[in-house]
């Protein structure tokens, strides 16, 4: 079941590969530049298998085209409830440790094209490197201790945005890419007693999703 988004989409290139890229027929209307807004959802595989899966959905990511093969971006993206549960040993007793949170994640980013003409031609491949923040808060349940409260991280990481064109202004995209979650070790949350054993919040996101190009026309 988590994979039909994604056969969607391969369907869909598959339909459009004879669509011609009216993109040079797009005069810019911001700076001079061609703007995009896009929204998507997205399969999320955490680092830490104790923390499993999730998915998360992008109501707004605003792009501009500083040409055909250079993209620049900002989005933001809700995320799932995460809850996970840990159980351990301290030499004495058994105990639970049940994590779970809210996140919302703001990334800034910009993306390369890898093919000749980038977005002016109907298939296009780009790489890209975004940064950000995540905000939210971390809750973890100690069975002996009772409770505690972290904030998020800073996000750093790397993409591969596959585009493919239905027209002159809509794009579908699916872009794989990886998430490191970086935050003081303050922040952190342990399962351990001694520090040792902490969680980790990096994460894979696979998104897929639909974008809508803003310019005149010629």
Known sequence: MKFKP???LIILFAGTLKVRAQYKDLEGVVLGKVIAFSVGGSYI?????????SSSIT????????????????QL????????????????????????G??????????????????G????????????A??????????????????????IGGNITLFQRLGSRFVVFAEPSYLFNIEPKAER???DDNGKKSVSFSYFNGQIGIMYLIGRSN
């Open 134 to 155: 995540s905000f939210g808060k971390r809750t973890i349940v100690d069975s002996r201790w009772g409770e505690d409260e972290r904030g998020g991280g800073n996000l």
């Open 59 to 74: 109501p707004l990511n605003y792009s501009m085209l500083l040409n055909n093969k250079v993209i620049v971006s900002m």
């Open 121 to 132: 031609r109907s298939t296009s491949v780009f790489v890209g490197a975004q940064g950000g």
């Open 189 to 191: 949350l342990y399962l």
């Open 77 to 100: 993206s809700i995320h799932k409830k995460l809850e996970a549960e840990y159980h351990g040993n301290d030499g004495n007793d058994d105990y639970t440790k049940t994590i779970s």
């Open 6 to 8: 994604f056969a969607v």
């Open 102 to 119: 809210r996140f919302l994640s703001y990334l800034i980013g910009v993306k390369f094209a890898v093919t000749p003409e980038g977005l």
């Open 45 to 53: 595989s955490y680092k830490d298998k104790l923390l499993g899966t």
